[in-house]
């Protein structure tokens, strides 16, 4: 028997085990599909340069890299369980077994784990191994053949082999369609209406948005706006069964219903979010108007006390944020959102609610799909990212980015305009100046800002001659800080430098 065909066998017996695996899981256990696990757990277990990297290789298609990557490494151990049971059985069968068994105990200890989570990941396992057992022994000779006598028949351990790989695709594809066709959550999202604000937002003020093309819109369309977390499935969480629960180091527990938070009086307030995973230039950074409720009247329901200096978010698949107390209970916008650009917050960006904080990366502040809220302190609680090395509270650092030209863009000669955004949330930007070819600060042209809370739009006329130049830019604050030149990647607490482009001018 051939390593080739053995391996053939392998791969045929995990197509056909994880597909039904997934197709269990959507029906059973949707947090919980074979792929969904794998991939959490190998987030979770991710050091910040391997998460750093992969956003930085791959932005806001991170989990589809990762999802490949898994069944990259799938397709070989199953190329490899093929061989092993051919030279060494059962002991493919057992690896086989194993990796399922494996994936259940993962499973059942995912923190929205439910009572069913090592479901699909058995099935997986228990169908791949008893498939594989099957498929080897389609290669082996019944009975004692002579010498020169008949082959086992590999007509028909190809077409078993095949019809393997046609279940598993389709069972995958199946699961997909009950996932989208069972969408029951976005069918409530979609039909639910909003309440009217009872603070409106200021409405985008006139020469906010320059109308440069190329140069990012200064509201980010809900469909534009990056999207970076560690779910590898999105929760889907009906209203219907959301809460919040407020408690830890408070004199009151509290506890918030869907329907008691939308009674309450809503405040529209425009918050730019930026990642900390953001490289200098980076685009994993946006600009909406969130309608939400103010995180610290709930806290003062809540009454925490003296010592307690932290607030410890949890979404509902198990994330934690630890954002600090009195950036809570200050007079900026720090809200539990519903709402995003005038309607329901899209479910990838945290449906029912998430957290909106102005001036702090988002993995210490925008918690999404919240369910608690733990005051306590930063000596007795770590958030997920703390965890794993990055820093405790994250304030975000100002940055500024040119747009246009765009990068390595082919340009005539001739007047054009150098254009970006520049940003420093809850403290705000008054100015930002372009350098050329290391020559003199330039002062640029300043957009008229919504707030200190949201990004501004700069430009500045350029007349271009002929050749490659160097572009580079940086902004001023409200307060007199000037952007650094120090380069420094994103890990711990964000990156710094001067945002630069190369531009070759042509006749």
Known sequence: MSAPIAGVAGIAAVAVG?????????????????????????????????????????????????????GIVAIGLAFFAGWLQARRPPWGVVLVAAVGVAGAVVATTRADAGSLAWVPAAVAG???????????????????VAADGPEPSRRAFFAVTGVAVGVGVLATIAASARRAGGAAVEAVRSALRLPAPAVAASPVPTGAELDIPGLARVVTPNDQFYRIDT?????????????LRIHGMVEREVVLTWDELLALPLDESWTTLACVSNEVGGTLIGNAKWLGYPIRSLLERAQPTADAD???????????????????TDDRDAILAVGMNEEPLPLEHGFPVRMVVPGLYGYVSATKWVTELEVTRFDRARGYWTDRGWSERGPIKLQSRIDVPRKQQGLKAGDTVIAGVAWQQHVGVTGVEVQIDEGEWMPARLATAISDDTWVQWSMPWTATVGDHLLRCRAISADGEVQTSDRAHPAPDGATGWHERFITVFE
């Not at 779910?231 to 809460?243: L, N, R, T």
């Open 18 to 70: 994880a597909g039904l695996g997934e197709l269990v899981g959507a029906l059973v256990a949707p947090e919980s599909r074979p792929f969904a696990v794998v991939g959490g757990a190998l987030i979770d277990a991710a050091p910040s340069w391997a998460k750093d990297t992969a956003i930085a290789l791959f932005g806001t298609a991170d989990k589809i890299a990762l999802l490949v990557g898994i």
């Open 310 to 328: 932290m607030v410890l978010s949890r979404s509902i698949d198990g994330f934690t944020a630890s954002t600090p107390l009195d950036v809570l």
């Open 231 to 243: 779910a590898i499935i999105v929760p889907e969480v009906d209203p219907a069964d959301w809460s």
């Open 126 to 144: 228990g169908i791949g191994a008893v498939t594989l057992w099957g498929l080897i022994r389609m290669l082996r000779p019944r009975e004692p």
